[in-house]
Nanobody, 119 residues
C-alpha cells in the first residue's frame, strides 16, 4: 500500500489548507485512516483519525478547527485545516491501517507534507 500526501505549504496565521492523501496498490481493505504531525524537535503526534464507518477522533489542539473526511471509493482521506496557528507548523503524515490480499492488517505511512504557518 502506497500513500501519497499533498496540499501542504506556507500560509499565514488564520488561513486554511486542505491536505489530501490517496492510497494505492494492492489493497484488500482499509480500516482507519488518519493524519499525524511532527514538529521540529518534537515527537510525532496524532492529529485526527477516521474509521471506514466515518467515526472521527481529533487531538484537543485541533478540535473545532480541523475536519477529517474520507472517500472510501477513492481510498482517500482529507484534512481541512482552518484558523491555522503557528503551532500547527509541522510535517503532516498520512496513515492507513490496511490489508493487502492474503496478508494481515498493517500500518502504512506516507512520506509527509510540510505545513508552515507564519505569524
Amino acid at each position: 500500500v502506497q500513500l501519497q500526501a499533498s496540499g501542504g505549504g506556507l500560509v499565514q496565521a488564520g488561513g486554511s489548507l486542505r491536505l489530501t492523501c490517496a492510497a494505492s496498490g494492492s489493497i484488500f481493505s482499509i480500516n482507519a485512516m488518519g493524519w499525524y504531525r511532527q514538529a521540529p524537535g518534537k515527537q510525532r503526534e496524532l492529529v485526527a483519525t477516521i474509521t471506514s464507518g466515518g467515526n472521527t477522533n481529533y487531538a484537543d489542539s485541533v478540535k473545532g478547527r480541523f475536519t477529517i473526511s474520507r472517500d472510501n471509493a477513492e481510498n482517500a482521506v482529507y484534512l481541512q485545516m482552518n484558523s491555522l496557528k503557528p503551532e500547527d507548523t509541522a510535517v503532516y503524515y498520512c496513515n492507513a491501517v490496511a490489508r493487502m490480499p492474503n496478508l494481515p492488517r498493517n500500518d502504512y505511512w506516507g512520506h509527509g507534507t510540510e505545513v508552515t504557518v507564519s505569524s
